[in-house]
């Protein structure tokens, strides 16, 4: 990959789907095709690029609001499929996933870095409940990556990358109390709450504030739950976590909650932290 700015955009985040992408204003990835290929191209139309300039998926787990797509980008488009083994055996259980994954499929062991065009791809496990679930680092002109979408809760692996990354994706899910308080029934509030379900606004700030670093640039909150969360809420609850370690919006750090259903702006990557899009 030509040696350009880093750029980020996330085309969809939520239980209704997730797509995000990684690269340059040139070439790069998806990590996750939980939406229509047709709304992908649309969005990468948007940036002046097509399915041609995509080098590869990154999938992080085997739940169809991440992997919708994979068959048609993989047997249709011909990109290349990129997980662990355990969750392709997953992928082809899973009866979302319409078109089954056979020449496309890449095969990765997790833990191990890998090259894809001038990135440096490393994983880690996630607790969730799937058949496995990755946690992405990504390193390009050194600068660190990090997603880690549907956290059940934090572990060692996720907090050692967090002291290294610049750009962080984490899961904010939900407002404990609106959950609680919510129309979901007991049985879907005990699995999000617990270990291998979904991370709160209050454990995502709670991480990113025992984590933080000088070098930590820019911060993506994920996954926002439609029913049990709100943009301003998870946003309000993790800045006072950091601002309770002297880390402050807009002068040490951005923070940006990104929507469900809709793409968000295109955001360059650099050593400083974004203070305009």
Same mark, same amino acid.
């Given at each position: 990959m030509?040696q350009e700015?880093l750029?980020f955009?996330?085309?969809?985040?939520?239980?209704?789907g997730? #797509?995000?992408?990684?690269g340059?204003a040139?070439q790069?990835i998806?990590?996750d095709?939980g939406?229509s290929?047709r709304?992908?191209?649309?969005?990468?139309r !948007?940036?002046?690029?097509?399915?041609?300039?995509i080098m590869?998926?990154?999938?992080?787990h =085997?739940h169809?609001d991440?992997i919708r797509?994979?068959?048609t980008?993989?047997? $249709?488009?011909?990109?290349p499929?990129?997980?662990? $083994?355990?969750?392709?055996?997953?992928?082809?259980?899973n009866?979302?996933?319409?078109?089954?994954?056979?020449?496309?499929r890449?095969?990765?062991?997790?833990g191990r870095?890998w090259?894809?065009?001038?990135?440096?791809v490393?994983? *880690?496990?996630?607790?969730h409940d799937?058949t496995?679930c990755?946690?992405?680092?990504?390193d390009y002109?050194d600068?660190?990556f990090l997603?880690?979408?549907?956290c059940?809760e934090p572990n060692?692996?996720?907090?050692?990358y967090?002291r290294?990354a610049?750009?962080i994706?984490?899961?904010?899910?939900h =407002? !404990?109390?609106?959950?609680l308080?919510?129309?979901?029934?007991?049985?879907?509030? !005990?699995?999000?709450?617990s270990s291998?379900?979904?991370?709160?606004?209050h454990t #995502?700030?709670?991480v990113l504030?025992r984590n933080?670093?000088?070098g930590?640039?820019?911060? *993506?909150? #994920?996954?926002l739950?439609?029913?049990?969360?709100?943009?301003?809420?998870?946003?309000g609850?993790?800045t006072s976590?950091?601002?309770d370690?002297?880390?402050?919006l807009?002068?040490?750090? *951005?923070?940006?909650?990104? !929507?469900?259903?809709e793409?968000?702006?295109?955001?360059t990557?650099e050593?400083?932290?974004i203070t305009?899009?």
């Amino acid at each position: 990959m030509e040696q350009e700015s880093l750029i980020f955009r996330c085309f969809a985040s939520g239980s209704s789907g997730n #797509c995000y992408y990684l690269g340059t204003a040139h070439q790069g990835i998806l990590i996750d095709a939980g939406i229509s290929a047709r709304t992908i191209q649309k969005n990468l139309r !948007e940036m002046g690029l097509d399915f041609s300039n995509i080098m590869g998926v990154l999938v992080t787990h =085997d739940h169809a609001d991440h992997i919708r797509a994979v068959g048609t980008l993989g047997e $249709r488009i011909h990109l290349p499929i990129y997980t662990t $083994r355990e969750i392709h055996e997953g992928i082809d259980h899973n009866y979302g996933v319409q078109e089954k994954l056979r020449t496309s499929r890449r095969y990765f062991e997790k833990g191990r870095e890998w090259n894809l065009f001038g990135m440096q791809v490393n994983t *880690f496990g996630i607790s969730h409940d799937s058949t496995d679930c990755l946690g992405y680092v990504i390193d390009y002109l050194d600068q660190r990556f990090l997603i880690a979408t549907d956290c059940g809760e934090p572990n060692e692996q996720l907090e050692y990358y967090l002291r290294t990354a610049n750009h962080i994706v984490i899961e904010a899910n939900h =407002d !404990e109390q609106m959950l609680l308080n919510g129309p979901y029934p007991t049985y879907l509030k !005990e699995r999000i709450l617990s270990s291998r379900g979904h991370q709160s606004n209050h454990t #995502c700030g709670e991480v990113l504030a025992r984590n933080y670093h000088s070098g930590m640039r820019n911060i *993506f909150l #994920c996954h926002l739950s439609k029913e049990n969360n709100d943009p301003q809420v998870a946003l309000g609850t993790v800045t006072s976590y950091l601002e309770d370690k002297h880390v402050y919006l807009g002068q040490d750090i *951005f923070i940006k909650a990104l !929507e469900r259903l809709e793409p968000s702006p295109i955001f360059t990557l650099e050593y400083d932290f974004i203070t305009e899009y």
